[in-house]
């Protein structure tokens, strides 16, 4: 298979294991505590993975046109945007009280936390067809 395709399934398994994970902590958090920190869960995790599918976007756009290379500085200045923009979001969500820092936090590591199992995953299974 190709290294494009190989790398587009992971990072769908990320995409999809990030949902799962967003999905069942919000869920959880709603079981277990107040409907806030279940919003706080969610608005963390939703701020994450729409930032991530950003960055998905902005290097598809930059990387993905043949024969032609992306400029540094457009790239840098596109970057810094979309995490002022995720900084912002998260201002704007604990300053209005529209989250409680601790779910929301969770839900902010939800991202690495899907991106650290699958990275787990992988390893396992290259083991496995190892031995």
Do not use: D
């Not at 190709?2 to 919000?26: D, G, N, P, W």
């Not at 991530?52 to 200045?77: D, H, M, N, Y």
């Amino acid at each position: 298979m190709s290294e494009a395709v190989e790398s587009e399934k992971l990072l769908r398994r990320i995409e999809l294991v990030s949902a799962i994970l967003l999905l069942a902590f919000t869920f959880a958090a709603l079981i277990l505590f107040p409907w806030k920190c279940a919003s706080g869960v969610f608005l963390g995790g939703s701020i994450v993975i729409v930032s991530f599918q950003v960055l998905k976007w902005q290097l598809r756009r930059a990387f993905l046109r043949p024969g032609k290379l992306p400029s540094t500085a457009g790239l840098f200045v596109s970057y810094y945007l979309r995490f002022l923009a995720t900084l912002v979001l998260v201002f704007f969500g604990l300053y209005l009280g529209l989250a409680t820092p601790l779910p929301f936090l969770v839900g902010l590591s939800i991202m690495v936390l899907s991106i650290v199992l699958v990275g787990a995953f992988e390893y396992i299974m290259m083991k496995k067809g190892e031995s």
